[in-house]
C-alpha cells in the first residue's frame, strides 16, 4: 500500500481476513513513520463486528466497514515514542479534520475529514 504499510498490517486480528482500509489512514500512518523515522505498529486496524464486540469497540466504531465498504481508523504505535508525541504531532498537521485519540499506549487515528475530533483516554 505505501513503502512501509502493507494492507495485511490493518487486517482484523480476529483473523476473519476483514482489510479493506483507507487509503487516508494508511497515508496518515506513512506520514507518521516518515516524520519519526521509526517503525509504527498498527494494533488495531479493521474490525469486523464480531470482533469489535469483543475488543468493547464503539457499536458505530470507525474501525468497522462503513457504507463505501472501507473501514476508517488505525490505532497506532511508534517504537520508543510516546503516545502524546504523536498525538501531538498529528494534531498539529490535522488540526481541523481527522478523528484522534490517545490512549495510555497508542494514538487512534481516523479520517473523518468534514469535523475534527478529538479525545483523550489516558
Known sequence: MTKN??????????GCGENN????VVL???LVRDTFKKPVTVTSGCRCSTHNIKVGGASNSQHLPKGDGL????DIKVKNTEPIEVYKYI?????NSLGLGIYPTFVHIDDRISKAYRWDFR
Open 21 to 24: 482500509i483507507s487509503k487516508t
Open 28 to 30: 496518515v500512518c506513512q
Open 91 to 95: 494534531d498539529s498537521i490535522f488540526p
Open 71 to 74: 473501514c476508517h481508523a488505525a
Open 5 to 14: 504499510f502493507k494492507r495485511e498490517e490493518f487486517m482484523c486480528k480476529c
